[in-house]
């Protein structure tokens, strides 16, 4: 079994190349290609937290995956989400890796974000806001303007020393309130754990394209305005909107048949964008098939440069 440590898979990973696996895993999950259950969990309710498995099986990786994730929103010092992967052979069912996760998370995560911002957000974006200051915010930051050209990003958080000291690592503009950076922005993405709404229709400008990637348990980040008035694209309807811990409180007021998924936009299925001024909401809550796909790159490129660690488990 190959074993790979957070530093080797952030070094292995490669975002331009994760972000067209993840166009083919979207389409193969909503064309029923893929195999992906919604996530199940064991809750630790004293700290609001849980411990969820996400199996997936994956043909275009060619991938058979289960990561296991611990979603604990109190963290301060560790992140909130933390992980591993173990990768088997699609073959005959040998477990072949082991393999973090973390990085895997917040990296897939954000450039699901990019696929559906090149799919939904208007070409000539050029205003990037960025609501929240931790792992996630910094993946967005990376993983955003591969997809548009960006000539201005402005980031806003609840602790204004952390605001500044984020812009000032990503030659951003820190902004006062998530209002203020909202204000005027072609493309919002939030990246919290607030409990209540940090993107609200009022501060949205006409044609603002919405990625939200945060979760709460308990909370949520997107108003009911918002999403009523936005298409609202997922990477699974099954997934999104079923209950806590697979699905998102965000879309509790969203009308099933008016949720499209990112594969079926892929497919030409469903109809994206019809007018410059029409706004459009991505909210994700995270599926197996992108875990996957996200290994299957990280493995690949550890067997070309010889990386990881190699043990027999069975020895």
């Not at 989400?81 to 699609?90: E, G, R, T």
């Not at 459009?280 to 493995?299: F, M, P, W």
Request: hydrophobic share 45%.
């Amino acid at each position: 079994m190959l074993i790979l440590s957070r530093s080797e898979v952030e070094r292995l990973l490669d975002l331009d190349e994760l972000i067209e696996a993840l166009a083919a895993a979207m389409s193969d999950l909503s064309a029923g290609r893929a195999s992906s259950p919604p996530r199940v969990a064991a809750r630790i309710p004293e700290r609001a937290a849980f411990l969820g498995a996400m199996p997936a099986r994956l043909p275009s990786s060619d991938a058979l995956t289960s990561k296991l994730v611990s979603v604990f929103p109190q963290n301060t010092t560790l992140p909130t989400h933390q992980a591993v992967i173990a990768a088997f052979d699609p073959e005959t069912g040998e477990p072949t890796a082991f393999l973090d996760g973390t990085a895997i998370t917040a990296l897939r995560t954000a450039a699901g974000s990019a696929l559906s911002t090149r799919l939904l957000a208007r070409e000539d974006a050029t205003t990037l806001a960025i609501l929240g200051t931790g792992v996630q915010a910094r993946a967005h930051a990376q993983a955003m303007p591969r997809v548009r050209a960006f000539t201005e990003i402005r980031v806003a958080g609840r602790d204004r020393a952390k605001v500044e000291a984020f812009a000032a690592e990503i030659g951003a503009t820190a902004a006062t309130s998530f209002a203020a950076a909202c204000d005027g922005a072609d493309v919002v993405c939030a990246t919290t754990h607030a409990d209540e709404p940090v993107v609200l229709r009022d501060h949205l400008s006409p044609g603002t394209h919405v990625t939200s990637v945060g979760f709460n348990p308990t909370g949520r980040e997107v108003d009911d305005a918002t999403v009523a008035d936005a298409l609202v694209a997922v990477e699974s309807r099954e997934s999104a909107l079923a209950p806590v811990p697979a699905g998102s409180l965000d879309l509790a007021s969203a009308n099933p048949d008016d949720v499209v998924e990112i594969g079926e936009l892929l497919d030409g299925r469903r109809t994206g964008r019809t007018s410059p001024d029409e706004l459009t909401l991505y909210k994700s809550v995270g599926v197996a098939v992108q875990d996957a796909a996200a290994a299957a790159l990280v493995l690949r490129a550890a067997l070309e440069q010889g990386a990881g660690l190699e043990v027999d488990i069975q020895d």
